[in-house]
C-alpha cells in the first residue's frame, strides 16, 4: 500500500486560509481529502484522479482547491475562507478513485478554525 503523510494543519481565524499537503511514496492513480470533525462521520472534502479530474463536497465548493503534482507524489488542499464548521482532522487518502476512497490512509493534521 502507498504510505501517506499529511502537513499543514493548524490553528486559523475564520476568513483565514491554510495548505494541507501530503506525500505519497509511490504514485496512485486517484488521492483525496477527507477529515473527521468530533462524533460526526468521515467524509470526503475533495479528490483529484492522475490526470487532474476532481470532485468536491459541496460545502468546500468554491473556497477549497485540490492539486497534486505527479512528479514529486504530492497532493494538496488550498483552504480559503475557512469557516469554524471546517474545523476537524484532515486525512489523505490514496488508492480509490475521485468519488470512493481507498485503503491506504495518512496519520491524519489537525485543522482548528477559531477566533
Known amino acids: 500500500q502507498v504510505q501517506l503523510v499529511e502537513s499543514g494543519g493548524g490553528l486559523v481565524q475564520p476568513g483565514g486560509s491554510l495548505r494541507l499537503s501530503c506525500a505519497a511514496s509511490?504514485?496512485?492513480?486517484?488521492m483525496g481529502w477527507y477529515r473527521q470533525a468530533p462524533r460526526k462521520e468521515r467524509e470526503l472534502v475533495a479528490a483529484?484522479?492522475?490526470?487532474?479530474?476532481?470532485t468536491y463536497a459541496a460545502s468546500v465548493k468554491g473556497r477549497f482547491t485540490v492539486s497534486r503534482d505527479n512528479t514529486k507524489n504530492m497532493i494538496y488542499l488550498q483552504m480559503n475562507s475557512l469557516k469554524p464548521e471546517d474545523s476537524a482532522i484532515y486525512y489523505c487518502?490514496?488508492?480509490?478513485?475521485?468519488?470512493?476512497?481507498?485503503?491506504?490512509w495518512g496519520q491524519g493534521t489537525q485543522v482548528t478554525v477559531s477566533s
Open positions: 483529484i484522479s492522475f490526470g487532474g479530474a476532481t
Open positions: 509511490f504514485t496512485v492513480p486517484a
Open positions: 487518502n490514496g488508492g480509490g478513485n475521485i468519488f470512493s476512497s481507498g485503503p491506504s
